[in-house]
C-alpha cells in the first residue's frame, strides 16, 4: 500500500456505555481511532422502501490494518456517519478494506 494514496482522514466510532458520577448509564459514540484513508468507491443507489423511494450511499475506505474493527463500528467521513457493514482484510494483516453505507 503506497502512503501517498491514503489522502482523506477518517474517524472510527463505538458505541460505549458511560458511568456518569450519577450512576446513570448513558450510550455515546467515541472515537477510538483517526486515520489516513484512501476511498476505493463511492456511489449512491435508489431503491424502493415501503415508504416510497430512498438512496442509499456505499463507500469503500482502504485503510492500514487496524485490530478490532467490527461491523459494530461506525465511520466518520466528511461530517457524515457511515455505518460498516463488511470488513475484508487485505493480506497478511497488511491493509482492511471498509464497506461503508450512509446513515440517515
Same mark, same amino acid.
Request: charged share 25%; proline share 2%.
Given at each position: 500500500?503506497?502512503?501517498?494514496?491514503?489522502?482523506r482522514?477518517?474517524s472510527?466510532?463505538r458505541?460505549?456505555?458511560?458511568?456518569k458520577?450519577?450512576?446513570?448509564?448513558?450510550?455515546?459514540?467515541?472515537?477510538i481511532a !483517526?486515520?489516513?484513508?484512501? =476511498?476505493?468507491?463511492?456511489? +449512491?443507489?435508489?431503491?424502493?422502501?415501503?415508504?416510497? %423511494?430512498?438512496?442509499?450511499?456505499?463507500?469503500?475506505?482502504?485503510?492500514?490494518?487496524?485490530?478490532?474493527? !467490527?461491523?459494530a463500528?461506525? =465511520?466518520?467521513?466528511?461530517? +457524515?456517519?457511515h455505518?460498516l457493514?463488511?470488513?475484508? %482484510?487485505?493480506?497478511?494483516?497488511?491493509?482492511?478494506e471498509?464497506?461503508?453505507?450512509a446513515?440517515?
Amino acid at each position: 500500500m503506497r502512503a501517498g494514496k491514503l489522502d482523506r482522514s477518517i474517524s472510527i466510532e463505538r458505541l460505549m456505555e458511560i458511568v456518569k458520577p450519577s450512576g446513570s448509564v448513558v450510550t455515546a459514540w467515541t472515537n477510538i481511532a !483517526t486515520i489516513r484513508a484512501e =476511498v476505493i468507491q463511492q456511489s +449512491a443507489t435508489e431503491f424502493l422502501t415501503g415508504f416510497g %423511494e430512498a438512496e442509499n450511499g456505499t463507500i469503500v475506505f482502504r485503510v492500514r490494518y487496524l485490530p478490532g474493527i !467490527t461491523t459494530a463500528d461506525r =465511520v466518520l467521513y466528511n461530517g +457524515a456517519a457511515h455505518d460498516l457493514k463488511e470488513i475484508k %482484510e487485505i493480506g497478511r494483516r497488511r491493509a482492511l478494506e471498509l464497506r461503508a453505507v450512509a446513515t440517515s
